[in-house]
């Protein structure tokens, strides 16, 4: 069993920048970010695979969000610049033994997640 704890999440305004933070207890193939915004379905944000660091993420966000991840610290984090009211959505933190990207693009998930983090963008 995979631990995942997430940490960063906030209030921001819109234009601002946020960065979350995910501990794994253990590192697997992947990790990634999916959100789930009030009254919609659980979406892909990104994904980085952890030999390689290839990493994939969904058009809108592209330019404006990052992954990156320390292997030493088993830690994964999610810079996210210019923030839209639209990206207001719990975050979670998710890991994987695979590296699937077209199908977490999909609406594929992964197979280990954290309880996730709340960031709110007003306007």
């Known amino acids: 069993q995979v631990q995942l704890v997430e940490s960063g999440g906030g209030l921001v305004q819109a234009g601002g920048s946020l960065r979350l933070s995910c501990a794994a207890s253990v590192r697997t193939t992947s990790m990634g970010w999916f959100r789930q915004a009030p009254g919609k379905d659980r979406e892909f944000v990104v994904a980085?695979?952890?030999?390689?660091?290839?990493?994939y993420s969904t058009d809108s966000v592209k330019g404006r969000f990052t992954i990156s991840s320390d292997n030493a610290k088993n830690m994964v984090y999610l810079e996210m610049n210019s923030l839209k009211p639209e990206d207001t959505a719990i975050y979670f933190c998710?890991?994987?033994?695979?590296?699937?990207?077209?199908?977490?693009?999909?609406?594929?998930?992964?197979?280990?997640w954290g309880k996730g983090t709340l960031v709110i963008v007003s306007s």
């Open positions: 980085i695979s952890w030999s390689g660091g290839s990493t």
């Open positions: 998710a890991a994987d033994r695979l590296y699937r990207a077209t199908y977490y693009l999909a609406g594929g998930g992964m197979d280990f």
